[in-house]
């Protein structure tokens, strides 16, 4: 059933929407604290945003109208005691008792024509409601401005034989105060934000301190880590350090065993190589003495085996002078190899270690190729050393068995021909101790490349 989810389906509209929800995901913040902020904004900014719809709707054009209304009635009694008498001394009192009655400042212009509509107001509450009142209780052609000024609103009403000027104050006829309810909604909002934004860190650092303690463990540092934060978050944390002591329990008892062991080999080998000296030598006794060196050889790699997860502390290194070291013990060898290295990449490693597992590689393009190639290159995230070489290289089927501890090939190319078969799971064991990985690829050069990936 989880397979038939991700088919595609024949109607559309389940396609489009799929598609949709893809776009969402892939657009959506990746991080936690991100995530927990988005959740805690949206149902505040969509709770806000319906409050203020509703307070505009409602409320506001309400007020808005009521007062627009009350306005249009003041003109529209001036309007009738004017036409009641139109003589210059009443004109003159019904101007000078508008003014200090009801606020309005009133000029009586000569007859023409009202001037051409103008353009509306994007928010054109009060526009909507002067017009709508205008029109229903005087009824007569006019003419309003209420963008010209942002104090003033101007009305102009044809009466036949004049046209009335009226300039009434915008806050007569508009709820201008209403902005305060935004600014008060806003002003919240913002305080919300704030205190979320707090709080949230305070919750995430105990989460990001636990993920670069197990990082930093991965890559085989020192890790000093206490939980803390949410009982949730010290939970995992504990169970993180339960974790990583009973990895390093079992790394010791593997170390112990392994030393243990080849101690005791050690000295049997001993006794053999004793016991052989005091015989005379024959074929027989040559073959038991290289049988003898063998095992001498075996038990030195298991050691190495044992130490590569050993308790050598990283530190900061600069590569370029591990791998001069390198190249110079190589040279000393009689062998000839070349070093590129870009920049001067310092990173925080276990130094031995990481020596040991390159040493280990170049050994293994020493038997097999006559040219060597030892490079590095550090992206920002990770540092890349590789080890070219022009030998017959391994097929592509048999890379990842290479690895497997006491595997060799039948090949043309043995890995570790001579050896005990560890070579590359030691030094596959040591970059992953290091939180990286060792990889076999194909070589500019025609040969093997052997690539350790070390995260910085």
């Known amino acids: 059933m989880a397979a038939s989810r991700d088919m595609p389906s024949k109607n559309p509209v389940i396609n489009a929407w799929r598609r949709f929800a893809r776009f969402l995901a892939s657009q959506m913040p990746k991080g936690l604290f991100a995530r927990a902020l988005i959740i805690i904004i949206a149902p505040v900014v969509l709770l806000q945003s319906i409050v203020a719809y509703v307070f505009m709707e409602r409320h506001w054009q309400m007020v808005t109208q009521r007062l627009s209304a009350s306005v249009v009635h003041d003109i529209a009694a001036v309007i009738d005691v004017m036409e009641r008498d139109r003589s210059p001394a009443a004109l003159e009192s019904t101007i000078k008792v508008a003014s200090n009655r009801l606020g309005l400042d009133l000029e009586v212009m000569p007859p023409g024509k009202l001037p051409a509509p103008g353009p509306r107001p994007f928010f054109s509450i009060l526009d909507s409601a002067l017009s709508d009142e205008i029109g229903a209780f005087i009824k007569k052609p006019f003419w ?25 104050h915008r806050s007569q006829a508009y709820a201008s105060n209403s902005h305060i309810f935004i600014l008060w909604m806003v002003g919240s909002s913002l305080i919300l934000l704030v205190v979320a934004i707090i709080f949230l860190r305070n919750q995430i650092r105990p989460v990001l301190h636990l993920a670069q303690a197990a990082e930093s463990f991965g890559k085989g540092r020192e890790v000093e880590y206490r939980p803390h934060g949410a009982r ?74 044992a130490r590569g997860e050993s308790a050598e502390q990283a530190q900061p290194v600069k590569i370029r002078t591990l791998l001069d070291d390198v190249k110079s013990e190589t040279e000393r060898q009689g062998h000839k190899i070349t070093l590129d290295v870009a920049g001067d990449p310092v990173v925080t490693i276990r130094r031995d270690s990481l020596k040991r597992c390159i040493s280990n590689l170049v050994g293994n393009a020493q038997r097999h190729g006559t040219q060597i190639v030892l490079s590095a290159v550090e992206d920002g995230r990770a540092l890349f050393i590789h080890v070219d070489d022009n030998g017959p290289g391994i097929p592509e089927e048999q890379r990842a068995d290479v690895f497997k501890p006491f595997v060799r090939l039948d090949e043309a190319r043995n890995i570790d021909e001579g050896g005990s078969g560890l070579g590359l799971a030691i030094a596959r064991d040591i970059a992953r101790a290091h939180g990286g990985d060792v990889m076999l690829l194909d070589s500019p050069m025609g040969g093997l490349r052997a690539t350790i990936r070390v995260p910085v």
């Open 144 to 168: 309003i401005d209420t963008v010209g000024s942002s104090d003033l609103v101007e009305i102009r009403v044809q009466l036949g034989w004049s046209i009335l000027r009226v300039m009434a």
């Open 232 to 305: 949730e978050v010290r939970q995992a944390g504990v169970a993180f350090l339960e974790m990583r002591r009973r990895i390093e329990r079992a790394i010791e008892q593997r170390t112990a065993m392994l030393n243990g062991v080849s101690h005791d080999l050690r000295t049997i080998l001993t006794r053999f190589r004793l016991s052989l000296e005091m015989m005379e030598e024959s074929p027989e006794l040559e073959a038991l003495k290289k049988d003898v060196e063998e095992m001498k050889r075996m038990l030195e790699a298991y050691l190495a085996f």
